[in-house]
């Protein structure tokens, strides 16, 4: 159990992810906290919030869970379910919307369906394609998994291959938060390759994230 804790301005204690990212090395001492809550505020408006280390902090009603296979990662946040392939990356493989707020996620309440063409689509300034699911190994790190925020990231390299091709490599962070029925992204092409010496700029014609919907 965290030994912190946040609340309000009244005292009252507020749902809160809180990590712990360092410690001094010889004392054991906190250095820095990472604390993730919700609030909502109107223009202008501001709320104050305190730490405290006496514990007792509280997570969500609704919590942001993360299970893995040896294949895919599916994140849950209640009210949206949707699962991140391991190999050959497609940015979501499947997504599903708890439509009828009856607690499941039916096959009529799919909304994304599995697909080698979703995910990130490079186009070349000399027209060669480059899907995101092309790469069989990406980089898969679940780096935050609730109870309030789970983040997943997915990261390939750039890889030159000739002076008139080189696969664009991507960083990809899906943010999922308890409760909520969407999912944050961003998707950052990266430039720099690390298997040549010497490389070829990263033209660009188009780039485009796509996704096989189903909305019935």
């Known amino acids: 159990a965290s030994p912190f804790r946040v609340t309000d301005a009244s005292g009252s204690?507020?749902?809160?992810q809180i990590?712990?990212?360092?410690?001094?090395w010889q004392s054991g001492y906190v250095r820095h906290l990472l604390i993730t809550l919700e609030t909502a505020l109107n223009a202008n408006e501001k709320r104050i919030f305190h730490l405290k280390d006496d514990g007792g902090?509280?997570?969500?009603a609704t919590q942001v869970s993360v299970s893995e296979t040896g294949t895919d990662i599916t994140v849950n946040t209640g009210v949206l379910r949707f699962k991140v392939k391991k190999q050959n990356f497609n940015l979501f493989d499947e997504v599903f919307i708890d439509a009828n707020v009856n607690g499941s996620f039916e096959p009529g309440e799919q909304v994304i369906t599995t697909s080698a063409n979703?995910?990130?689509?490079?186009?070349?300034?000399?027209d060669s394609v480059f899907k995101s699911s092309?790469?069989?190994?990406?980089?898969?790190?679940?780096?935050?998994?609730?109870p309030l925020r789970a983040i997943i990231r997915v990261e390939t390299p750039t890889i030159f291959l000739d002076i008139t091709r080189q696969r664009p490599g991507h960083m990809v962070r899906?943010?999922?938060?308890?409760?909520?029925?969407?999912?944050?992204?961003?998707y950052t092409l990266k430039n720099s390759t690390f298997n040549s010496k010497y490389a070829w700029p990263l033209y660009c014609k188009d780039f485009s994230v796509r996704m096989r919907l189903n909305l019935g």
Do not use: C, H, W
């Open 174 to 186: 899906l943010y999922a938060y308890a409760g909520k029925p969407y999912v944050k992204v961003e």
């Open 118 to 126: 979703n995910g990130g689509i490079f186009i070349s300034r000399q």
């Open 57 to 60: 902090n509280m997570a969500p």
């Open 19 to 24: 990590t712990v990212l360092n410690k001094q």
């Open 13 to 16: 204690t507020v749902p809160a």
């Open 134 to 146: 092309d790469v069989a190994a990406p980089t898969i790190t679940v780096e935050e998994a609730g």
